[in-house]
């Protein structure tokens, strides 16, 4: 086990101009036989109560598109048996009986048999019927209190109850209490690998990647770039905390950033520990790489919730396990074999990119007053659902023009295809003097706590896209959503960026449901 003892990075890459959250290609991935062969991407929102990143490497298009659905097609059936949430799947139907052994499919026994192997291992971190305990943290949020000791010894003793019986002979599982449960912690990873699995059957699909909700699966003939996301700064255009290379591995992250309850002004992570009835806070961030993406999950999830000590005996058991741990002091603790994963330092640019001749920089010109780097701008984007139905995200692009209409800085583009980009009309009608064409954007995927559907957050630093200060002053905030020959939409807000923090709501329509435009002084 290794401690690493860093400061939190701010630095920003000067010479990138835009952050691309969808794209065709992924620097840095080695695939071992890359000939005749291309990486097709796709997203999905409203999978799983959350995100959904495809990335085939394919022969063509079109076998890349029937990966992509096997892999779908594959994660519906499982949801169909294992979510706890949908009141006809099989675990719902099988909870609903009590103290009757049941015949089950071989895909509920594997997970509940996996539950009973992994509530030993960590001797009773990770548990199914923690869904007790978070119930009674919600209740007592609901009423902005927290919840009292009574409660929740009453919560931990209900924990300590034996939930199922299982009888591998007979294939058989018997519910022995009425105590909520919720097949969560490695389900989504399980259900990744499962569908990954899938799709590598299709005729020419060499590789997938499936990436939900930021538990993710590699496998075929790829090597896939990796980012951790950092924990205390979660913005979609956050610099990473590491950055890794993986191929045939599964990685996933548990944290307590992006879920929990709200009381008074304090956050309390969903993370529980069930020895105690108490959120977890001391890891703030647990991040694994395993071969299985069940271990992965589990142990994120586990590792959030055991000390860094127990963390380190429990894993030496486990060959081919690795991970990264962040305390809530910002301290990073990482295993003995987690460097091996990690990319290759990004080279640096010789010397600036040329600038457009058309360009002129806001901060050159004469007695301007910079913009004050203690303030930074948050971008909150809602993308319009329709509960319960899976849908494809649309192309958006967020930018910022100053007052004579000039692009500044492309703050997020999210595009599938080149061919369409030039359906954000708006974002690409000053694309003679963007430099964004020029280059080849990457995103990278990305392992992160489970992010809700549908909700982005980007920030900007008052830089333009060559990396220079702007100065203080007026800017139109653009965001612009649009699908291929479909539905469009335009936002825009003007922002005095003067050192007053101010907040817009802005109205949603077809493809953005509501917008928040947060100028506000940086926490330190």
């Known amino acids: ?90 675990f719902s139907r099988w909870f609903r009986t009590e103290g009757q052994p049941v015949t089950v499919s071989p895909e509920l ?14 001797n009773g971190a990770l548990d199914a019927s923690a869904e007790v305990i978070t119930r009674v943290w919600k209740r007592a949020a609901a009423e902005q209190r927290p919840p009292s000791r009574a409660e929740l010894d009453a919560a931990v003793a209900t924990v300590r109850e034996v939930h199922w019986q299982l009888d591998p002979v007979n294939h058989t599982a018997t519910h022995t209490s009425d105590a909520p449960l919720a097949l969560n912690s490695f389900v989504k990873s399980y259900i990744a690998g499962r569908a990954a699995e899938k799709a590598l059957g299709v005729s020419g699909a060499q590789a997938i990647v499936v990436n939900i909700g930021g538990d993710l699966v590699v496998r075929g003939n790829w090597s896939e770039p990796v980012e951790i996301a950092d924990p205390k700064s979660d913005a ?25 309850v709200e009381i008074g002004a304090h956050h309390y992570s969903h993370i529980v520990n069930p020895h105690t009835g108490m959120p977890a806070d001391e890891i703030i961030s647990s991040t694994v790489i395993a071969r299985t993406p069940a271990t992965a999950g589990a142990l994120a999830t586990a590792l959030s919730i055991l000390t860094p000590q127990e963390s380190a005996r429990l894993v030496a058991k486990m060959p081919g396990v690795e991970y990264l741990l962040v305390e809530k002091n910002g301290r990073r603790i990482v295993s003995d074999g987690w460097s091996a994963y990690a990319a ?50 649309p192309y958006v692009a967020v930018w910022v023009e100053d007052d004579q209409h000039a692009p500044v800085r492309t703050i997020a583009l999210w595009f599938g295809k080149y061919k369409y980009l030039n359906e954000l009309r708006a974002w690409t009608r000053e694309e003679s003097v963007r430099s964004t064409s020029q280059d080849t954007h990457i995103m990278n995927s990305v392992s992160s706590a489970t992010r809700p559907p549908g909700k982005y957050t980007f920030n900007w630093d008052g830089k333009d896209d060559f990396g220079n200060s702007v100065k203080a002053g007026k800017y139109t905030v ?47």
């Open 478 to 524: 653009m965001i612009e959503a649009v699908r291929e020959h479909g539905s469009y939409q335009l936002m825009h807000q003007d922002i005095d960026f003067n050192g007053s923090p101010r907040q817009f709501q802005l109205p949603g329509d077809v493809e953005i449901a509501s917008a928040t435009l947060d100028y506000h002084k940086i926490a330190q």
């Open 344 to 393: 290759p330092p990004a080279a640096s640019p010789a010397s600036p990119r040329p600038r457009p001749a058309a360009y002129e920089p806001v901060a050159a010109r004469v007695g301007a007053t910079l913009w004050d780097p203690k303030y930074e701008l948050t971008v909150t984007i809602e993308l319009r659902l329709i509960e319960g139905s899976r849908v494809h995200r």
């Open 109 to 122: 026994f594997e997970v509940l048999t996996l539950f009973d192997q992994w509530r030993e291992r960590t």
């Open 1 to 90: 086990m290794k401690i690493i003892l860093s400061k939190r990075s701010t630095t920003k890459l000067l010479f990138l101009p835009v952050a691309v959250l969808l794209v065709i290609q992924s620097a840095g991935a080695r695939p071992a036989n890359s000939a005749g062969n291309q990486p097709f991407t796709a997203h999905y929102e409203n999978v799983l109560g959350t995100s959904l990143e495809i990335k085939v490497v394919a022969t063509s298009e079109s076998h890349s598109q029937k990966a992509e659905q096997a892999v779908l097609a594959e994660i519906d059936r499982e949801a169909h048996i294992l979510s706890s949430w949908d009141p006809q799947s099989e």
């Open 236 to 260: 979609e255009n956050s610099p990473p905390i590491a950055r890794l290379i993986v191929g045939d591995r599964a990685v996933a992250t548990s944290g307590d950033y992006r879920r929990g």
